[in-house]
């Protein structure tokens, strides 16, 4: 007779109410074997993390039981959790900045503490690089992301629960990350992956639990299922992961850069004589690994931050350094990279934040400059039916809504104003595969009506599946500028790698 795998966790009709009523999870029951990798997939707010604040002792459940290795638990605190051999690390990693890497997992252990291998055994056996002796604040975020894992290995983690891991790492990090997470598992470690990323979740988890609106609509074995039913599972219906782009006759050039030199707020070069132009009808995408200099450009271009040499044309109006309150009246719209900094203001509500940028226009206001809230209110109303926005009441925070719906009501208020250039940077970073499938929908709309589009994004897959041209940025330069259609994505990533296009066709 086959042994029975042994269990390390199981969570049986976990169902948690918060005391304003709000039901978060509903009867929801998972198992997961020791030493597999299991993925909890869901859209955002389907209940995921809060799941797993539960078994990390974070959060007490209203209902259900907890299992660890076979031993029914009552978890008061994730002190408790921590020594039943739980760790969780979070999607921003929490560490002193001016402290080295060794230091931050040091700090708090106790006195009586004893090590069961050392950091650097430790780093051996899972294949994780971490510069041990340097300061936090001089590495990526990805590398945050790692020494959070070790930190909790080093304090002697069975079960890892990794909520959205990947969401600061590049797409090397993140091949590397994989086979660290594949090292645990033949260490014997049993990890819960949180994600929303239909192509990490099939590359990396043994099987996988989906949830959808606090309840659990599907439990799937990975090498048996595929994007599209894991897709249908998250959201309900039918999702579209990839689109067919609308043939469309390019217009006039609307924009042109030509030589533009871009410094950092430390003062070094991020953008080094960068040209390029777009055209109506157009979707030019931008790629690169993060920090290569594409922020700085979009900025330079939306006017939020200086040109030190160069130009821009819009409209063929020289538009060097302009304000974004001027390049907005000559028909330019921004959907900014980091939604939360710079798209929105969090405190304010919805209706304050549908107008932000657009509250000066005459039909907002009464005489006195009063705000006309008759109509504020019919512009909110009307983006929330238009882009499908769910939200409970439009005076509730904005800081209230899920990612996706922060998202929406960005894209809704800048397309409300009748851009003819839409500069969109990193626009469904962080948003689930329903939210996605919306905005890169919007956007092929917009190249359908003769809208032109800057798409800044590191998704290589959302870059080449909408983008007409693509210009792929290495230290501050263009690498290459080509048609879509004559560029593999093995090209892509070596010019995203430092080598040019004509390097890798000549």
């Given amino acids: 007779m086959q042994k029975q795998p042994e269990l390390a966790v199981e969570m049986l009709n976990i169902t948690k109410i918060y005391p304003d009523g709000v039901l978060a999870l509903n009867d929801v029951s998972i198992s997961v074997e020791k030493g597999e990798i299991h993925g909890i997939l869901g859209e955002n707010g389907a209940g995921k993390t809060t799941l797993m604040r539960i078994l990390y002792g974070n959060i007490k459940p209203t209902r259900g039981k907890i299992k660890i290795f076979g031993r029914e638990v009552n978890f008061r605190s994730s002190a408790d959790a921590i020594k039943m051999g ?13 402290f080295t890497a060794r230091e931050n997992i040091y700090l708090g252990l106790r006195s009586d503490f004893k090590e069961g291998a050392t950091l650097e055994e430790l780093m051996k056996s ?26 909790v290995l080093y304090r002697g983690a069975d079960i890892l629960i990794l909520d959205e891991p990947t969401t600061n790492m590049t797409t090397e990090e993140v091949e590397d990350f994989f086979l660290s997470l594949k090292n645990m598992k033949r260490m014997g470690k049993t990890i819960l992956f949180i994600s929303h990323k239909l192509k990490e979740i099939l590359e990396i988890t043994d099987k996988v639990t989906v949830l959808r609106k606090g309840k659990v609509s599907g439990r799937v074995v990975t090498n048996q299922t595929s994007a599209e039913e894991l897709a249908r599972l998250m959201v309900g219906r039918e999702v579209f992961l990839e689109f067919e782009k609308p043939q469309v006759a390019y217009g006039e050039k609307i924009m042109s850069v030509n030589d533009l030199w871009i410094k ?5 070069w ?11 009808g157009e979707i030019f995408g931008i790629a690169g690994v993060e920090g290569n200099g594409q922020s700085e450009l979009i900025e330079a271009i939306t006017g939020l931050r200086k040109v030190e040499k160069g130009k821009v044309i819009f409209k063929g109006e020289d538009v060097t350094n302009s304000s974004p309150s001027h390049l907005y009246l000559m028909g330019m719209a921004h959907i900014p990279e980091d939604r939360q900094r710079t798209g929105l203001v969090l405190d304010m509500n919805v209706w304050e934040n549908s107008i932000l940028g657009i ?52 894209v809704g208020r800048e397309i409300s104003k009748s851009p003819d250039l839409i500069v969109a940077s990193q626009p469904t970073r962080g948003l689930d595969v329903g939210a996605t499938e919306y905005i890169r929908k919007l956007l092929l709309e917009l190249k359908k009506q003769g809208k032109a589009v800057i798409l800044m994004s590191s998704d290589l897959d ?11 940025m290495y230290e501050g330069e263009f690498m290459g500028v080509s048609e879509t259609s004559s560029l593999t994505e093995r090209q892509i990533g070596m010019m995203m790698g430092g080598y040019r296009l004509n390097e890798l066709v000549g």
């Fill in 86 to 98: 739980i760790g969780m690390v979070h999607q921003h990693p929490a560490l002193v900045p001016v």
């Fill in 270 to 280: 991020a953008v080094k004589g960068v040209s390029f132009d777009v055209r109506k």
């Fill in 126 to 151: 899972t294949g994780m690089k971490i510069p041990l002796d340097e300061r936090v604040e001089d590495l990526s975020l990805g590398i945050a992301q790692k020494i959070e894992i070790l930190k």
């Fill in 359 to 410: 509250h000066k226009k005459k039909e907002f206001l009464r005489p006195m400059f009063v705000f006309n809230m008759r109509k504020i209110l019919e512009h909110t109303d009307q983006l929330i039916r238009q882009y499908d926005i769910v939200v409970s009441r439009v005076s509730s925070p904005v800081r209230s809504l899920s990612g996706g719906n922060q998202q929406k009501v960005i």
């Fill in 264 to 268: 950092r707020w430390d003062g070094s």
């Fill in 462 to 472: 959302e870059i080449m599946g909408l983008s007409d041209r693509i210009a792929v």
